[in-house]
């Protein structure tokens, strides 16, 4: 015969469950172990792009119920996070999540953005399938039963509330009193009801985190069908194919008028600027004083500015902050990267930068410049010398005389 308390749980448990349901679309990890080594599962991750976001044409059959129609999402996107893990058997094991994110239409405007779905495990276990056909070199049947020597972790039922309010209504404790099921079941019911509130509002807040950084601040958008996409940026070159409108892909710089892209995994391609809508940030970037200051000089791109000790043994910065540009070298064109373009690209990063330093504090004791590629080279001058050569107190001969080149052949024109 069944106790009081046993009747008691099943009334409670339903309430338990429902609380455990609200809170497990998260990200599941799934895992499977194979016999290849390390550096050929890359090589084979690599091959299916498994690194690489892609576009989910539709979201139904991959993500996991929710309270929100799915109907009110578009522009789906995933990408696997993976792991690569030693077996015991000197094998791999592949660990991967999907993480899906969409465009939330609400009928209400402020709450409309981009949000992280769960997925159902499909994406999982599909790339994984792939990934075996890809080692293999034989088919996996979809309906063949799976036993992954790594479990695939599963969410826990929080019953604690259960358990206290067994001890506090368990018929040995108080033998010589009959238990009262309904203070029981109430009890329990108010310790259920507050888990759940608790767990609400942390997912709340986990929503509202996942929603200011699901998505990415560097896309461009496409405005309308048919866009067409090219392979270098002019419009004689090959296309590739045509976009359609609201196609978004990840800027990544600008070149007279033509905005270069990534389309998928390593492959570029070039959109018309006035094609697309460019993201907040990089359009204030394209409209920063940098930017209209170097636009002459379409053979250099700045990679990164950082505040550092300077990097050489020049007694006049040697030991000192300077400000340091990394200079990628664009241009196929000579005459655009050679030594005199060089000389004069380093002028004008100078004295622009010396314009910014004015307003440091403390301020750099000098602007450095370091050319990334294998001829490339590094220029350095002190802040005070830059201010001259500004004011025209400072011919560029003697500046140049007085400035640190290494090696000095990066910057010497070619003997005619």
Known sequence: MKGPFFRSFLLVFPILLFAATRVSPQAVPYARSFPQPRIEVEQALKYLQGYSGQKLPVLDGFVAMGDKPLDRYERGFYQFSIDLLPSDKGGTIVRLTAKITAWYADRDVSKSGYQVLPSNGRLELDFLDRLEEKLTGKPVAASAPK??????????????????????????????????????????????????????????????????????????????????????????????????????????????????VTISGDSRGYLRADSVELPERVAEQLESPAA????????????????????????????????????????????????????????????????????????????????????????GARLADIQKLSAGSLKREAFWAQSYLDPPEAFQPAPK
């Open 292 to 379: 209209s200051l170097l636009a002459n000089f379409p053979g250099f791109r700045v990679e990164r500015e950082e505040n550092s000790q300077f990097p050489g043994d020049w007694a006049p910065l040697k030991g000192k902050q300077v400000k340091l540009y990394t200079v990628q070298i664009v241009g196929q064109n000579a005459k655009d990267t050679g030594a005199v373009a060089r000389l004069n690209y380093c002028v004008a990063l100078f004295e622009m930068a010396a314009r910014d330093a004015a307003a440091a504090n403390p301020a750099p004791e000098g602007i450095v410049v370091i050319f990334d590629a294998a001829d490339g080279g590094i220029a």
């Open 147 to 260: 036993s992954p020597s790594v479990q695939t972790p599963q969410p826990k039922l929080d019953l604690s509330a259960v358990r206290g309010a067994a001890t506090m209504a368990s018929p040995l404790s108080q033998p010589s009193q009959p238990p009262d099921e309904v203070a029981t079941i109430r009890n329990q019911r108010v310790a259920a009801e507050k888990r759940v509130r608790q767990l609400n509002a942390e997912l709340k807040n986990l929503q509202e985190i996942r929603q200011s950084q699901a998505h990415p601040q560097n896309l461009v958008l496409v405005k309308k069908s048919g866009t067409p996409v090219y392979a270098r940026a002019a419009d004689e070159s090959r296309l590739l194919f045509q976009a359609s409108a609201n196609d978004e892909f990840e800027f990544l710089d600008m070149d007279h008028g033509w905005v270069h």
